[in-house]
């Protein structure tokens, strides 16, 4: 997954986050405080608001995957960002950028093919 620096500083997060560039690290908690680690030898920070980061994250199969979510963690598709988590008898699917959730039973589909032949993220 890459984001913005823009939209990292204004991304809603319940896990602590790692985003890494060439130039800068950027650690975020999940109570929303950044620290940057700038790798030049640069005292000074200039950070555009375009500049792209790579979450620093592991990415692993949707069997893994699955089998987190059925252990009652929440689960994140790389390719649409969608989160997935497990709620008595039913899942729920969200996505932080658009606001959209919505349930679904484990007998219907909830994620596309391209998705489910990428990688997931399992969030704690």
């Known amino acids: 997954m890459k984001l ?3 939209e990292i500083v204004n991304r809603e997060t319940y896990v602590e986050e790692v985003w890494e560039n060439a130039y800068f690290r950027i650690n975020k908690s999940k109570n929303g405080d950044i620290s940057i680690t700038n790798f030049s030898a640069s005292d000074n920070i200039f950070i555009e608001s375009a500049m792209v980061f790579t979450l620093d994250k592991k990415e692993v199969g949707l069997n893994e995957a699955l089998e987190a979510l059925e252990e009652g963690k ?3 598709s790389v390719v649409s960002g969608y ?3 497990k709620d008595k008898n039913d899942y729920i ?27 997931w993220y399992i969030n704690d």
């Open 93 to 119: 699917a969200y996505n932080n950028i658009e606001l959209e959730c919505s349930s679904f039973y484990e007998d219907e589909p909830s994620f596309s093919i391209e998705e489910a032949k990428s990688k």
């Open 83 to 85: 989160k997935f988590k």
């Open 4 to 6: 913005t620096f823009k």
């Open 74 to 76: 929440e689960i994140e």
